[in-house]
């Protein structure tokens, strides 16, 4: 009944608002039921409250951000004042979920305050450089010079992150008008992904931190010694079950070592990612069966479950030729959203190291032209294309 439930409300918001979904289900259980007539016997109550409980419960704690909409958490407000008006055990169930969510919504207000907050900090390397000797400045391998406890914490900020991604953002991200409702409204009203968004940020902060570190010793073996260093980060990301900080740290490793630990590691993109699934079934199959954390961690390469997701979802229709629902596709999106659910819910068994989960967070990177200007200082350009872009990188 879970699963049904859980398929149903996540593919019905290609179709529908969740609010106007609500409001549904408030008529169908308000009016039909006449819940609203004082004389209303308890009998007709308790017939449908269980039922009605376990769809709201389900809701709120899987959809929670559904309820950021005013217009949800009155129609919640006033179904569930109907169920448990004169009915104690009604009463302590609809009090008791309603906790939840507002606890969860709080929560979540929080997370993205303190993201503002972090975002706000961080600043362009390149400006630091014009304003501090490099000679004080701090690097990675200053700030920690073991791979397995960068590895831990990259580990932290990873489910950290994963967590607070709503199941809904997987749908909403990709959300389109239904050809076969003549309703003229958009879908723009919908809440943004916006906990996706921030953890594809994260993605995006890790590899160019990770191309930062790599280009800012002058010397080359300096630079070499970060790149192998980085190496044996994404080793241990790998045994961890860190997929998404491995890719991250590979996809910005230009030495030929590390196209070595790429394909050593699973991760070659040939054959649609073929190692890399393969790892990863590997990875969820441990998960599965293990007693600790530390075994049920798996964390997946985000850009391709994304990409996965999205496929399946323009690779086939909503609906069948004969207009029906188009139910095989929804199952399988759900089974897709359900096994990433399980994973986001895994506890970090690492002790957190607020130093280095600061220096990964704040520290400075330099933006995409910064790095093509520091890796030609550092290497010099090749071809006559490069020396161009070299030139006019520098007369920025």
Same mark, same amino acid.
């Given at each position: ?9 996540? =593919? =019905? ?45 389900? %809701? ?18 006033? @179904?569930?004042?109907? @169920?448990?008006?004169?009915?104690? @055990? ?5 009090? #008791? ?17 303190? @993201? ?29 010079? $073991?791979?397995?406890?960068?590895? #831990? ?35 723009? $009203?919908?809440?943004?992904?916006? *906990? ?5 940020? %994260? ?5 160019y931190l990770v191309a930062t570190e790599i280009c800012m010793p002058v010397k080359k073996k300096h630079r070499a010694r970060v790149i192998e260093f980085f190496i044996d980060v994404a080793r241990e990301c790998f045994n961890i079950g860190n997929f998404n900080s491995l890719m991250a740290i590979i996809s910005e490793c230009f030495a030929v070592p590390c196209k070595t630990l790429l394909q050593k ?6 054959? *649609? ?69 399980? %994973? ?13 989960? #600061? ?15 520091? =890796? ?6 090749? *071809? ?5 872009? %070299?030139? =006019?990188?520098?007369?920025?």
């Amino acid at each position: 009944m879970r699963t049904y439930i859980f398929t149903f409300l996540l =593919s =019905s918001r290609l179709f529908i608002h969740p609010y106007e979904l609500m409001s549904k289900v408030c008529h169908l259980c308000v009016d039909q039921q006449r819940l609203t007539d004082p004389q209303a016997d308890k009998a007709r109550v308790r017939k449908i409250a269980p039922k009605i409980l376990q769809l709201l419960t389900e %809701w709120t704690e899987t959809f929670p951000y559904d309820f950021r909409d005013e217009r949800m958490m009155k129609s919640l407000k006033e @179904l569930t004042h109907r @169920l448990s008006t004169g009915d104690e @055990l009604y009463r302590k169930a609809v009090q #008791q979920m309603t906790q939840t969510l507002i606890r969860k919504l709080t929560t979540l207000s929080q997370y993205e305050e303190a @993201l503002a907050k972090i975002n706000s900090s961080v600043t362009d390397r390149l400006t630091v450089l014009k304003t501090k000797p490099q000679s004080i400045q701090r690097d990675i391998l200053t700030i920690c010079s $073991d791979p397995f406890t960068l590895a #831990q914490q990259l580990t932290h900020i990873e489910l950290e992150r994963l967590s607070y991604i709503g199941p809904e953002e997987f749908v909403q991200a990709f959300v389109q008008k239904d050809p076969l409702d003549n309703d003229k409204r958009c879908f723009s $009203d919908h809440k943004k992904a916006s *906990n996706l968004e921030a953890y594809v940020e %994260w993605f995006n902060r890790l590899s160019y931190l990770v191309a930062t570190e790599i280009c800012m010793p002058v010397k080359k073996k300096h630079r070499a010694r970060v790149i192998e260093f980085f190496i044996d980060v994404a080793r241990e990301c790998f045994n961890i079950g860190n997929f998404n900080s491995l890719m991250a740290i590979i996809s910005e490793c230009f030495a030929v070592p590390c196209k070595t630990l790429l394909q050593k590691h699973q991760m070659d993109p040939s054959s *649609n990612f073929y190692n890399y699934r393969t790892a990863l079934r590997g990875a969820t199959q441990r998960s599965i069966t293990a007693h600790s954390s530390r075994e049920k961690i798996v964390i997946p390469f985000f850009s391709l479950l994304i990409k996965d997701i999205y496929f399946l979802n323009e690779g086939c229709a909503n609906r069948l030729p004969n207009g029906h629902v188009n139910l095989e596709k929804f199952w399988e999106l759900a089974k897709q959203v359900m096994e990433f659910m399980t %994973w986001k819910k895994v506890e970090c068994p690492f002790d957190r190291d607020r130093k280095i989960l #600061q220096y990964l967070l704040t520290a400075p990177v330099f933006s995409e032209d910064a790095l093509y200007l520091a =890796s030609y200082e550092s290497e010099g350009p090749e *071809n006559n294309m490069e020396k161009d872009r %070299w030139k =006019s990188l520098r007369c920025v």
